[in-house]
């Protein structure tokens, strides 16, 4: 199963207000060893960075959420299954 660690936030602090921080930038963790992937919004868009085995790729993607951006490493990732046809 892949997550999500936050490696940057941004957010507004006013006198007496609470600070709200959302996260820009995260790392995918749980990818097989040599590879790795980082996702970040990038001009209002979540975006991949793919990383193996010391290889950056360029950033791919367009999506809404990181939890989408997430999906679509684990999707290549995983098996691929067939439905049996009844």
Not at 64 to 79: F, N, Q, R, W, Y
């Amino acid at each position: 199963m892949l997550t999500l660690r936050a490696l940057g936030t941004s957010g507004s602090q006013g006198i007496g207000q609470v600070t709200r921080s959302e996260p820009y930038r995260y790392e995918v963790i749980g990818l097989p060893t040599g590879s790795g992937a980082m996702l970040a919004r990038l001009s209002g868009v979540w975006k991949v960075l793919r990383v193996e085995r010391g290889k950056y790729y360029a950033w791919d993607g367009s999506f809404v959420s990181a939890e989408d951006a997430l999906a679509s490493i684990d999707g290549h990732k995983a098996p691929r299954r067939r439905t049996a046809k009844t």
